[in-house]
């Protein structure tokens, strides 16, 4: 029986889908529109999508490198994005703004970050149950994270409304660390955290290059949760990513472990 077991979070222990996001988009706009108009600001709903949609493919071509940034610096890269930002604003940074630069910030990195709490993920069925029953057995527990919009202090957060945080003995949250799966540095930084050896360690995770292809890299070995290969199949093919077993939900994992 391994002594250390690391999770993936989205899409291993919680789920979410496209229209999910959908909606906290718009609850984004709801948000931020009063307080950037009342710091200088002036856009369209439209200007606001393309911002935000320039905010995810900017950071998606610093993730290609498993690199990240912090939240604050997602929010500059939004404001950038904004036409008023350059216009109104100039480059003093927030210059007509009522606020303090770092007040601003962080006001306004909690209007984006915070409507994951009136659009939360859904816990994924028997979480809670498989987790308690690893603690019994004994094992420590980690969450490799990458983060994406949501930070890390939310998605803390959100672990304590689903009662699971108490479980986990380390986090790593790829906004926190700036470095992301499949870099095997988190990996590795996570065990380290636990006092854990690679020999006694294993990975859970939905994505074949991100979650089994870094955990292996790094020495432990993976599970793969769920077939769904969708948007992997190169980097598969190309890797040649094979992970140690494949389960297609949580209830399978516990009675796998004694077999791998």
Known sequence: MFQAITFDLWQTLIFDGLEVEERRKNLRFK?????????????????????????????????????????????????DCLPAHRSILGQAGFGNSNLSPSGFLEKTEKAYTEVIYEEPPTLIEGTKKVLEELKTKGMKIGLICNTGRTPGYCLRTLLREYQIFGYFDAFSF????????????????????????LSSSIHIGDNLYTDVWGAKQAGMRAIKIGQDLTGEEKQTDRLQIKPDAVITNLRELIPLLSFI
């Open 31 to 79: 948000r931020l529109k009063p307080l950037l108009q009342s710091n200088g600001f002036e856009f369209s709903e439209e200007e606001f999508a393309l911002a935000h949609q320039e905010v995810w493919d900017r950071c998606t071509e610093i993730w290609e490198e498993n690199r990240d940034i912090s939240s604050q610096e997602q929010i500059k890269i939004f404001l």
């Open 174 to 197: 790829s906004n926190e660390l700036l470095i992301r799966k499949p870099d095997p540095e988190i990996f590795l930084l996570t065990l380290q955290q636990m006092n854990a050896s």
